[in-house]
T-cell receptor, first 114, second 114 residues
């Protein structure tokens, strides 16, 4: 069965370190998204991509970057981790922009920056 | 700007009670999509429903029903005869046409007690 997986599921890192969260989907979806979930804020969009070599900034992109070298993967990099980036991160993918297909979400990565 | 408001932060009910989760949205688009997602204690996001702005018909799926009213910009979700397994955080979300980007509300935590 097609799926979307995130790794690691849990990560503790120190302030100032670079961290990369992986997202891999086997749906062959063109669209991929990264959200962060924080209490009182719901989920907020960090970065997104509509295809290979395409990346775009979302609502809360400062301190994050993504790259899309193939259809299956959209890794999220925290350039220099800060305590404010302690959060639960969700990756999502969707099939197309016409017809607004539902997004499939990964299981989330809980990141703690100490 | 697009915005989704879920004014109910937390709701507690006793099993078999009916419960309605409110969702109010703001958008300048004439074509848009509304979603509900469920996040059980295990943390994953489960898609429940998608509704486009041209379809104001109410929908029923088992114990779940949704009431979409463009006149009041609301997309409310009712669970009939609630069960303990319904305990979760429920998110309402809005998507702009042709983007697949989701704008989430802050979520409503539903606790169903036996």
């Amino acid at each position: 069965d097609a799926e979307i997986t995130q790794s690691p599921r849990h990560k503790i890192t120190e302030t100032g370190r670079q961290v990369t969260l992986a997202c891999h989907q086997t749906w062959n979806h063109n669209n991929m998204f990264w959200y962060r979930q924080d209490l009182g804020h719901g989920l907020r969009l960090i970065h997104y991509s509509y295809g290979v070599q395409d990346t775009n900034k979302g609502e809360v992109s400062d301190g994050y970057s993504v790259s899309r070298s193939n259809t299956e993967d959209l890794p999220l990099t925290l350039e220099s981790a800060a305590s404010s980036q302690t959060s639960v991160y969700f990756c999502a993918s969707s099939e197309a922009t016409m017809g607004q297909e539902k997004a499939f979400f990964g299981q989330g990565t809980r990141l703690t920056v100490v | 700007a697009q915005k989704v408001t879920q004014a109910q932060t937390e709701i507690s009910v006793v099993e078999k009670e009916d419960v309605t989760l409110d969702c109010v949205y703001e958008t300048r688009d004439t074509t848009y999509y509304l979603f509900w997602y469920k996040q059980p204690p295990s943390g994953e996001l489960v898609f429940l429903i998608r509704r486009n702005s041209f379809d104001e018909q109410n929908e029923i799926s088992g114990r779940y029903s949704w009431n979409f009213q463009k006149s009041t910009s609301s997309f409310n979700f009712t669970i009939t005869a609630s069960q303990v397994v319904d305990s979760a955080v429920y998110f309402c979300a809005l998507s702009e046409l042709n983007t697949d980007k989701l704008i989430f509300g802050t979520g409503t935590r539903l606790q169903v007690f036996p």
